[in-house]
Structure formats: structure tokens, C-alpha cells
T-cell receptor, first 115, second 117 residues
């Protein structure tokens, strides 16, 4: 069965620290990969996505992620975090389920950035 | 352009009560989805509708029913609420004609926080 695993459940950083959140997926077929962010009290917003091509993808707010097919990984990075990056981050893989796209989410990583 | 809207934002039910969660999108998307979010479990797919007039089960459909009323609206019904259905419910939509096809980006609504006592 397809699954997504995020290794860090809660990460605490100081402002200006670098961020890397791990994500591994289990699926042998064609995958599209996403990182979503959920700010406190808000709905999920797309940070970035990988469909094909350059495995290093850049998203909004200075985030980037690298798709490493051999490692089934799609880690999220940001060189210097800000207090406003405090949120929960979800990695997701999408597969085709019958005639729909089925998103499979990781458990989420809560990021707390100290000012 | 409001995107995906959901009503209500909050709801408290007693065990055994029924209710319908409403979702509407104004992006002319064909596909719509219902997810539930529980702590430490990410989001899980309850039901989806690939296109108007079709619905299909996701990972956790038990205890729920859905109706795709028209292209814009997709409702989720709890016939007899149980405490295990306490969760945050998100509706989403996507358009398979966009990049990624059936694996294209899904757009989420603000969520409904449901508590079943």
C-alpha cells in the first residue's frame, strides 16, 4: 500500500536557522509529490509540487524541495526560517484511484520558530 | 473568486445526531474530495467525486455518505454521529485538465471542526 512518512513530528528552531524536513514515500509507480503548509487556524496551502523534470523544485516563501527517486524521498528545505513559518507541514503523494486523484498525506511536522 | 468554501466552520453534535457538511467551489473543477484530519495521522480521504454524477469511497468511508449535487457542490452527511467522528473535515477540488492530469494539485477549503459528544 502507498504510504508517506515524515520523520520529524515537532521541530523547534530559532529564527535564521536552516530547515530540513524529511519525507519518504512508498509507491512504485509514477508519483506527483507535494508539500502543503497549514498555518494556525487556516486551511492547507500548496508550498510546492513535483511532477517531472528538474528534481529540485522551488516553491513559495523561499522553500524548496529535492526529489531523490532512488531514495524515495522529497525533503523540504529553507535556508533561513522566520517566525512566520511557524505552521504544520504535510508531505503528500498523489496516485490515481479509479478516476480520481487520491492524495496520501504524511503525519505532518509541526514547526515552531522562536523569535 | 472564493475558491473552495465550507459551512459550517464549527459544529457540536450529540452522539446519534445527523448533519450535513456543505462544500462549494467556484473554480469549475470536475473533481471534489472530502478528507478528515486527525492529530498525528495527517489527512485521510473519506469520499471523492471524479465528476458530476459520480462518487467513490476513499480510505475511511464508514459512517459517511456524500452527494454531488451539481458541479459546484459536494456535501458530506453523517447519518448517526459517533465520537470517533470528531475531527476537522476538509473539502478539496481539482481539475484533471490542468498539469498533472488526475494527479493535479488539489485546492482546499478552510475546514469544518466537528465535535461529537
Amino acid at each position: 500500500a502507498q504510504s508517506v512518512s515524515q520523520h520529524n513530528h515537532h521541530v523547534i528552531l530559532s529564527e535564521a536557522a536552516s530547515l530540513e524536513l524529511g519525507c519518504n514515500y512508498s509507491y512504485g509507480g509514477t508519483v506527483n509529490l507535494f508539500w502543503y503548509v497549514q498555518y494556525p487556524g487556516q486551511h492547507l496551502q500548496l508550498l510546492l509540487k513535483y511532477f517531472s523534470g528538474d528534481p529540485l523544485v522551488k516553491g513559495i516563501k523561499g522553500f524548496e524541495a529535492e526529489f531523490i527517486k532512488s531514495k524515495f524521498s522529497f525533503n523540504l528545505r529553507k535556508p533561513s526560517v522566520q517566525w512566520s513559518d511557524t505552521a504544520e507541514y504535510f508531505c503528500a503523494v498523489i496516485t490515481v484511484h479509479n478516476q480520481g486523484g487520491k492524495l496520501i498525506f504524511g503525519q505532518g511536522t509541526e514547526l515552531s520558530v522562536k523569535p | 473568486n472564493a475558491g473552495v468554501t465550507q459551512t459550517p466552520k464549527f459544529q457540536v453534535l450529540k452522539t446519534g445526531q445527523s448533519m450535513t457538511l456543505q462544500c462549494a467551489q467556484d473554480m469549475n473543477h470536475n473533481s471534489m474530495y472530502w478528507y478528515r484530519q486527525d492529530p498525528g495521522m495527517g489527512l485521510r480521504l473519506i469520499y471523492y467525486s471524479a465528476s458530476e454524477g459520480t462518487t467513490d469511497k476513499g480510505e475511511v468511508p464508514n459512517g459517511y455518505n456524500v452527494s454531488r449535487l451539481n458541479k459546484r457542490e459536494f456535501s458530506l452527511r453523517l447519518e448517526s454521529a459517533a465520537p470517533s467522528q470528531t475531527s476537522v473535515y476538509f473539502c478539496a477540488s481539482s481539475d484533471p485538465s490542468l498539469a498533472g492530469g488526475l494527479r493535479s494539485e488539489q485546492f482546499f477549503g478552510p475546514g469544518t471542526r466537528l465535535t461529537v459528544l
